[in-house]
């Protein structure tokens, strides 16, 4: 059965892969797994039809038969255990990768994201000044921890694993800021993902979304 994940109709991201429905594309590409997307608008996304699937009114949701998933970290893990190439076999090795899945979403991507939000939000208070460095601080404190770990390694763990996949989609939101360029091996790290075949259709199949919601 193909499986159908929601996206965006007009990502606000402007096709630079950073919606979150580009996780669960990546997925599926590194699997080979076919798939369908049903784009919805902002409206949409608030109607009843749409948060029977994701109770938050957000993309990207995922269906398959009688199984509907909404948060990208549930939906990765689902087709990582479902299909072969995410997750090694050793059981260890499996523990590992899913414990760098969590650390991802809980640990390195919440200062990013409060980063963003106060840049997109607060640059017009007064205080904003103030409290960017704070933020940027917070953020250098992960990339620091995350390099001293990654050091000289390809991967987080072995392999290129649902680790890796949602640890670089995190890291991509840095890429234009700059601060990710202070940590070499980190930059060198988010270009491995960015090079693999299965990205690289994802984020095509997302930026034509875009394209054709800018032209049509």
């Not at 919606?19 to 797994?33: N, S």
């Not at 996949?165 to 840095?174: I, Q």
């Not at 091996?185 to 054709?212: H, I, M, W």
Request: glycine share 8%; charged share 25%; proline share 6%.
């Amino acid at each position: 059965m193909i499986p159908t994940i929601t996206a965006f109709e007009r990502s606000p991201d402007r096709g630079k892969g950073l919606a979150r429905d580009m996780r669960v594309r990546w997925a599926l590409e590194e699997v080979g797994q076919p798939y369908d997307v049903r784009l919805v608008s902002f409206k949409a996304m608030k109607e009843p039809a749409h948060l029977a699937l994701h109770p938050f009114g957000q993309i990207p949701t995922y269906e398959e038969g009688d199984l509907a998933l909404f948060e990208t970290g549930a939906i990765v893990f689902h087709i990582a255990e479902r299909h072969a190439g995410l997750l090694p076999d050793d059981a260890n090795a499996r523990a590992r990768v899913i414990t760098w899945m969590f650390a991802a979403l809980n640990t390195v991507e919440p200062p990013i994201l409060e980063r963003e939000t106060a840049k997109l939000v607060e640059h017009d208070k007064t205080w904003y000044e103030e409290r960017l460095p704070f933020l940027e601080d917070r953020v250098r404190k992960r990339l620091g921890e995350l390099s001293g770990r990654l050091g000289d390694a390809n991967w987080l763990d072995g392999g290129f694993s649902a680790g890796d996949l949602l640890m670089v989609s995190v890291l991509l939101r840095l890429k234009s800021s700059g601060i990710l360029d202070e940590y070499p091996n980190l930059s060198a790290y988010v270009a491995r993902g960015e090079a693999r075949p299965a990205y690289k259709r994802a984020f095509d199949a997302q930026l034509a979304v875009f394209t054709a919601a800018s032209t049509g």
